[in-house]
C-alpha cells in the first residue's frame, strides 16, 4: 500500500453556496496541512462554474486532495446565475444519497465524511457504509443565532418577511431531522 492510500482520508461535502464552499474549502485544506488526504465534493454545477471562472487547470490537485463532483438533481441552468435555492435544497435532499454512496465505493478508503450542516443526506450515506460523519455548520455567527432562536422568534411573531419565515421553517425542519 503506498503512502496516500494509509493515511486517514476524508471526504469533505459543503452546501453548493460560495460562502459554505469556501468555508470547507479552508477547513479540507487544515485537515490536508494536517496530513489527512481530503476528496473534496462540489456538485457538478459548481465543479463546472470552478473551472469556468479559473481554468482547465484550476482544480488539479494533489495525490492526496482531490476533487470530484456529484449531481444536484436540478435540470440544467445558466451557469452565470445563482440557482433557485429552495429547489436546490429540496433537490439535494432527494437525488443526492445515491450519487454521493456511487462515490465513496470509486474513491480510496473514507476515514469520515466532513459535511456541512444542510447536506443531511450524508448521515444516511455514513450510517450505510458505517463511516463516521461529523456536520460543519459553515453559517456566519448572525446565522447561527437565528437558528437557535428560530423557534422563539417564530412563537413571539418577530418576522416582519413572511416568505422568509417559511424558507427557514423548511430548512430548520430538514437540518434537525
Given amino acids: 500500500m ?17 460562502s459554505h464552499i469556501k468555508a ?3 477547513l479540507a485544506k487544515l485537515l490536508h496541512s494536517r496530513g489527512i488526504q ?9 465543479h463546472n462554474r470552478f473551472l469556468k471562472s479559473g481554468g482547465p487547470d484550476s482544480l488539479a490537485g494533489l495525490p ?23 429547489a436546490l435544497f429540496k433537490s439535494l435532499q ?11 465505493e470509486k474513491i480510496p478508503p473514507v476515514t469520515c465524511i466532513v459535511s456541512d450542516g444542510f447536506m443531511t443526506f450524508t448521515i444516511d450515506a455514513g450510517e450505510k457504509v458505517g463511516i463516521p460523519v461529523v456536520r460543519s455548520w459553515t453559517i456566519a455567527a448572525c446565522g447561527f443565532i ?14 416582519i418577511l413572511k416568505g422568509l ?4 421553517q423548511m430548512l430548520f425542519t430538514h437540518s434537525m431531522s
Fill in 24 to 26: 470547507m474549502l479552508k
Fill in 2 to 18: 503506498d503512502a496516500v492510500t494509509q493515511k486517514p482520508h476524508a471526504v469533505c461535502i459543503p452546501y453548493p453556496a460560495q
Fill in 165 to 168: 419565515v417559511k424558507l427557514l
Fill in 94 to 104: 432527494n437525488n443526492c444519497l445515491g450519487p454521493f454512496l456511487g462515490l465513496l
Fill in 38 to 46: 481530503i476528496t473534496f465534493v462540489n456538485t457538478e454545477y459548481n
Fill in 64 to 86: 492526496d486532495f482531490r476533487f470530484e463532483t456529484i449531481p444536484d438533481g436540478l435540470p440544467p441552468s445558466d451557469s452565470d446565475s445563482t440557482q433557485n435555492i429552495a
Fill in 146 to 159: 437565528s437558528f437557535f432562536h428560530f423557534c422563539d422568534i417564530r412563537e413571539k411573531d418577530f418576522t
